[in-house]
């Protein structure tokens, strides 16, 4: 199994950034996806996640309304669109995998790929 996250970097507050993660190595479309983020000196915490068959979405309060998960099924990739950017979005993201969405909202997850770091700043 692999995930390869791709897509961050730095942007000014405001800004957006779309995450990428392309994976292989499991039966994409019928594995639930998601997104953490860990912060300096945070504990690692769940940003979004989509179920299997985009039934179920969640998003932590603090990036409702700002940030979009999707998934295409075809590419085997699940995207992290991030709007409207703030300094607290700075982190180390991760995406995710679990065949059961319940193990993956509680945040442990059968797989985890490699981080990408957002920095938010001016």
């Known amino acids: 199994v692999q995930l390869q996250a791709c897509g961050g970097g730095l942007v000014q507050p405001g800004g957006s950034l779309r995450l990428s993660c392309a994976a292989s190595g499991f039966p994409f479309s019928y594995y639930n996806l998601g997104w953490f983020r860990q912060a300096p000196g945070k504990e690692r915490e769940g940003v979004s996640f989509?179920?299997?068959?985009?039934?179920?979405?969640y998003y932590a309060d603090s990036v409702k309304g700002r940030f979009t998960i999707s998934k295409d099924n075809a590419e085997n990739t699940v995207y992290l669109r991030m709007n409207n950017l703030k300094p607290e979005d700075t982190a180390v993201y991760y995406c995710?995998?679990?065949?059961?969405?319940?193990?993956?909202?509680?945040?442990?997850?059968?797989?985890w790929g490699q981080g990408t770091l957002v920095t938010v700043s001016s």
């Open positions: 989509i179920s299997s068959g985009r039934a179920s979405t």
């Open positions: 995710a995998t679990d065949s059961t969405y319940y193990d993956l909202r509680r945040g442990q997850p059968m797989y």
